[in-house]
């Protein structure tokens, strides 16, 4: 039978990871607000996972960036400027940025709402590895604005160029959005709701 901190009167802060008696309110360490569960997570998971989608679409249709050269004007989209890049032979930088700008941000937008549905209704995967799950989107989440990071150094370096200039367009301000949205929504899921089916199993089935 697994024995949780909870049901031995202890609860740790989400900040520094200090263990108090279920009866302390704030943690004495970092000043944290210590709570055994955060019973509003999930809704803020799905405000955040929401406007995270909203904020992804004109991220996909709208130009990421507009270059102006002496003799013409071009706006290209996410895809669009991975596809013009692949036309000239950059298989290897295409593909990167697909997988940057397409595949993980889809992938963050699943896992965060498979976790949550998981925490909401239970899921097959055990706990074990939903948590693994849920430290992967963390992670991954600290790198996700280097397509944004990538665009202003360009539109930097373009610039000193009299013959050519490049500008961001709506897209990396709505990508930027989306990214900063997306990570509000992993934060906001309590990792800890994630292990109550492990003590509520227990309970029903006790050995």
């Known amino acids: 039978m697994t024995v949780t901190a909870r049901e031995k009167g202890l609860v740790a802060c989400r900040e520094c990871a200090r263990v108090w008696p279920a009866d302390h ?23 955040w996972w929401i406007a995270g989608v909203l904020a992804y679409i004109p991220a996909n249709l709208y130009p990421m960036l507009k270059t102006r050269t002496l003799f013409q004007t071009s706006e290209d989209t996410i895809i ?3 596809l013009e890049l692949a036309s000239h032979g950059s298989w290897s930088v295409a593909i990167i940025i697909l997988i940057a700008s397409v595949a993980i941000p889809l992938g963050k937008f699943f896992a965060i709402a498979y976790l949550a549905l ?10 074990g590895r939903q948590y693994i799950l849920y ?15 990538v665009v202003a150094i360009l539109c930097s ?17 709505t990508f930027a959005l989306s ?11 309590d990792p800890r709701l994630i292990w109550d089916r492990i003590e509520t199993k227990d309970t029903k089935d006790p050995v």
């Open 157 to 173: 370096l373009v610039q000193l160029n009299v013959a050519a200039s490049i500008t961001p367009g709506i897209a990396a301000l």
């Open 135 to 149: 430290e992967v989107v963390e992670y991954i989440g600290r790198w996700s604005m280097i397509d944004v990071f």
């Open 179 to 189: 990214v900063i949205f997306t990570m509000l929504s992993a934060q906001s899921l």
């Open 25 to 47: 309110t704030h943690c004495s360490v970092c000043g944290n607000t210590i709570r055994s569960r955060d019973t509003q997570s999930l809704q803020k998971v799905w405000a």
């Open 118 to 127: 998981a925490v909401r209704s239970g899921a097959t995967w055990p706990p």
């Open 80 to 82: 669009a400027g991975a």
